[in-house]
């Protein structure tokens, strides 16, 4: 059902996104300027959001209720060999509430929500958001993200240090549009019409005792 639920948000995305694309591409008088999506950014967007859609109906076709790795640790990386020292840890699952993390974290830091930040982030890296919404509130700038899709998320790093905390570092490439806004809802950064393939790479932490499914977001890097 959850997967079916997913198929759902995505195709509620799409809408939003076709309806940005009808507000750029329009209905406006000839006299008026317009501004286009340009060719190849159409078939961009078109491409990202055919594999996303693909993605999802492969993800709902084979789920099941767990990865299943080599039982021989010979056959297993570096980093599955730490995975599964995690207790109950499931790479599809924590792979799916990543991208959710994602997309919930950067909404939450363009809407300046710092409520909900301050429950996804450990102490230090909540501060260091907080300090950059201050200024951007301070200066009158608002940022706004058009989320459209991501080409890849994977594990790149699984450590479990002496405190018996897991850390997992994951890999996002995705596709955004990216602008800043002044007081006047003037662009002063970024492209309205320009879709960034963006790399991030957020860490993940959690203590291995514990019995909540939730992790800790702890860094971020570009």
Same mark, same amino acid.
Request: avoid cysteine.
């Given at each position: 059902?959850?997967?079916?639920?997913?198929?759902?948000?995505?195709?509620?995305?799409?809408?939003?996104?076709?309806?940005?694309?009808?507000?750029?591409?329009?209905?406006?008088?000839?006299?008026? &300027?317009?501004?286009?999506?340009?060719?190849?950014?159409?078939?961009?967007?078109?491409?990202?959001?055919?594999?996303?859609?693909?993605?999802?109906?492969?993800?709902?076709?084979?789920?099941?209720?767990?990865?299943?790795?080599?039982?021989?640790?010979?056959?297993?990386?570096?980093?599955?060999?730490?995975?599964?020292?995690?207790?109950?840890?499931?790479?599809? &699952?924590?792979?799916?509430?990543?991208?959710?993390?994602?997309?919930?974290?950067?909404?939450?830091?363009?809407?300046?929500?710092?409520?909900?930040?301050?429950?996804?982030?450990?102490?230090?890296?909540?501060?260091?958001?907080?300090?950059?919404?201050?200024?951007?509130?301070?200066? &009158?700038? $608002?940022?706004?993200?058009?989320?459209?899709?991501?080409?890849?998320?994977?594990?790149?790093?699984?450590?479990?240090?002496?405190?018996?905390?897991?850390?997992? +570092?994951?890999?996002?490439? $995705?596709?955004?549009?990216?602008?800043?806004?002044?007081?006047?809802?003037?662009?002063?950064?970024?492209?309205?019409?320009?879709?960034?393939?963006?790399?991030?790479?957020?860490?993940?932490?959690?203590?291995?005792? +514990?019995? $909540?499914?939730?992790?800790?977001?702890? +860094?971020?890097? &570009?």
């Amino acid at each position: 059902m959850a997967a079916y639920l997913d198929i759902l948000v995505l195709l509620v995305v799409v809408v939003l996104i076709f309806y940005r694309l009808r507000n750029i591409l329009g209905t406006q008088p000839i006299e008026e &300027k317009r501004i286009k999506l340009s060719k190849e950014n159409a078939e961009k967007l078109y491409n990202i959001l055919k594999n996303e859609a693909d993605k999802m109906q492969t993800a709902v076709a084979s789920e099941s209720p767990e990865e299943l790795l080599p039982m021989d640790d010979n056959e297993l990386s570096e980093t599955d060999k730490i995975l599964r020292q995690i207790p109950n840890f499931n790479k599809n &699952k924590f792979l799916r509430s990543a991208e959710q993390a994602f997309r919930i974290i950067t909404t939450a830091f363009n809407n300046s929500d710092t409520e909900t930040l301050e429950m996804l982030l450990n102490n230090k890296l909540f501060k260091k958001f907080s300090e950059i919404i201050e200024n951007r509130k301070a200066e &009158k700038i $608002s940022a706004e993200t058009d989320f459209i899709g991501f080409d890849s998320v994977e594990i790149v790093k699984a450590t479990i240090k002496a405190d018996k905390v897991a850390q997992i +570092s994951v890999e996002f490439v $995705s596709q955004q549009v990216n602008i800043l806004r002044d007081a006047e809802g003037n662009v002063i950064k970024g492209d309205e019409n320009y879709i960034q393939t963006i790399t991030d790479v957020w860490t993940f932490e959690k203590a291995i005792s +514990s019995v $909540s499914p939730n992790w800790i977001l702890v +860094s971020t890097k &570009k």
